[in-house]
């Protein structure tokens, strides 16, 4: 079974500075999605940015962008020029492109971003 | 497009009542997934439909949940005879049918269970 793993419950950030949350997944699989969903509180879930892993360049949407490293497992997320608006939970998620449909969450990262 | 919606946004009940919680999926959607999240964690897989069918459910979907979506487009789940242990946010979301489908998610339905 996937798993997903993000080490870092809480990160703290200051306005307009960079931040990076870390991810690792574990699976057998070569066809897959990676995603990054952001649940501020009580608010909904919604999606980030995603990854298709047979793309070999990073994905980016405005100040968002991901480190994906297929060898390694690894996700990153990289928020740039951090907002206010950017604090809450992110989750990394992955999503088998071939058995399934479902999502596979990690833990998620508090992210505060401090003024 | 209104979004996933959810409904109660939260219900409390007395260990061993039952309780349903419905989802309004974003109307062209195909698919339609229920996840189950306790707090600090992420989201657990609990079923989803495609369309009107059932196509996959999860070992956390004991004999007192079950789900459906009879002319596929909203959704129930119902538990009976809740434990406390069944207190969590029941997230619902949607996607179109294609694998690059982003998945919308509801606001959730929190269920405390006394």
């Known amino acids: 079974a996937q798993t997903v793993t993000q080490s870092q419950p809480e990160m703290s950030v200051q306005e307009a500075e960079t931040v990076t949350l870390s991810c690792t997944y574990d699976?057998?699989?070569?066809?897959?999605?990676l995603f990054w969903y952001k649940q501020p509180p009580s608010r909904q879930m919604i999606l980030v940015i995603r990854q298709e892993a047979y793309k070999q360049q990073n994905a980016t949407e405005n100040r968002f962008s991901v480190n994906f490293q297929k060898a390694a497992k690894s996700f990153s997320l990289k928020i740039s020029d951090s907002q206010l608006g950017d604090a809450a939970m992110y989750f990394c998620a992955y999503r088998s492109g071939t058995s399934g449909s479902r999502l596979t969450f990690g833990e998620g990262t508090q992210l505060t971003v401090n003024p | 497009d209104t979004g996933v919606s959810q409904n109660p946004r939260h219900k409390i009940t007395k260990r061993g009542q039952n309780v349903t919680f419905r989802c309004d999926p974003i109307s062209e959607h195909n698919r339609l997934y229920w996840y189950r999240q306790t707090l600090g964690q992420g989201p657990e897989f609990l079923t989803y439909?495609?369309?009107?069918?059932?196509?996959?459910k999860s070992r956390l979907l004991s004999d007192r949940f079950s789900a459906e979506r009879p002319k596929g487009s909203f959704s129930t789940l119902e538990i009976q005879r809740t434990e406390q242990g069944d207190s969590a946010m029941y997230l619902c979301?949607?996607?179109?049918?294609?694998?690059?489908?982003?998945?919308?998610f509801g606001e959730g339905s929190r269920l405390t269970v006394l």
């Open positions: 439909f495609q369309n009107e069918a059932q196509l996959e």
């Open positions: 699976t057998s699989e070569s066809d897959y999605y």
């Open positions: 979301a949607s996607r179109r049918l294609a694998n690059t489908g982003e998945l919308f």
